[in-house]
């Protein structure tokens, strides 16, 4: 099985910046994707940024210019930096990952990240 494991939320002002980190741990092949979703209180998890093996990035229309989604494929590890949050980025953060050979996608705890106006 495989294990991911979230750090780096926290309380920011808004303009402020923050960085999430999510260590895969485990029996892992090879890694397809990792990405970050989110969930607000009362909305659906949406899908913020997302990386694959072979550095294709995607992000949602809301972050983009503000967020960046990084790997180190040699740690596992994929990063999330966050600069100009607003208040509307206030949610939990997941960490996600499609890994090879297994049928279902693996998920972190999640993150709290709160914007403060």
């Known amino acids: 099985q495989v294990q991911l494991v979230e750090s780096g939320g926290g309380l920011v002002q808004a303009g402020g910046s923050l960085r999430l980190s999510c260590a895969a741990s485990?029996?892992?092949?090879?890694?397809?994707?990792m990405g970050w979703y989110r969930q607000a209180p009362g909305k659906q998890r949406e899908l913020v940024a997302r990386?694959?093996?072979?550095?294709?990035?995607n992000y949602a229309d809301s972050v983009k210019g503000r967020f960046t989604i990084s790997s180190d494929s040699a740690k596992n590890t994929v990063y999330l930096q966050m600069n100009r949050l607003k208040p509307e980025d206030t949610a939990v953060y997941y960490c996600?990952?499609?890994?090879?050979?297994?049928?279902?996608?693996?998920w972190g705890q999640g993150t709290q990240v709160t914007v403060s106006s």
């Open positions: 990386i694959t093996r072979g550095g294709s990035t």
């Open positions: 996600n990952a499609d890994i090879r050979l297994y049928i279902d996608d693996f």
């Open positions: 485990g029996t892992i092949f090879s890694i397809n994707a």
